[in-house]
């Protein structure tokens, strides 16, 4: 059975910064790609950062580039966001997700391309 547990969230200060971590059991992390999305109220699911499996290639989105790192431990099978210089505009709910089909070129960036979701953490930034 696939688990991905996602710690790390709360409350911060706009300019401050949190580590998300994401453990997995039952799924080995280091033949996957791997992702972390977030969505706000109201708003649709968005993909803040993903990783290939080979730890080579790295997206992040726009509004995070610079601020957000995603990385790997796959000794641990644990996938971490480290968010800094963290603005209002983060405030969302964090899932970390796994891509298990392997299929060769860019890395997944849409919701409906990863097969496996941790249950979510809250990160709210407070202005």
């Known amino acids: 059975q696939v688990q991905l547990v996602e710690s790390g969230g709360g409350l911060v200060q706009a300019g401050g910064s949190l580590r998300l971590s994401c453990a997995a059991s039952?799924?080995?992390?280091?033949?996957?790609?791997m992702g972390w999305f977030r969505q706000a109220a109201g708003k649709e699911r968005e993909c803040v950062a993903a990783i290939r499996w080979s730890s080579i290639s790295t997206y992040y989105v726009d509004s995070v580039k610079g601020r957000f790192t995603i990385s790997r431990d796959n000794a641990k099978n644990t996938v971490y966001l480290q968010m800094s210089s963290l603005k209002p505009e983060d405030t969302a709910v964090y899932y970390c997700?796994?891509?298990?089909?392997?299929?060769?070129?860019?890395?997944?960036?849409?919701?409906?391309?990863?097969?496996?979701w941790g249950q979510g953490t809250q990160v709210t930034v407070s202005s």
């Open positions: 997700a796994a891509d298990t089909r392997r299929i060769p070129g860019s890395m997944a960036t849409v919701a409906d391309e990863y097969d496996y």
């Open positions: 039952g799924l080995t992390i280091s033949r996957y790609d």
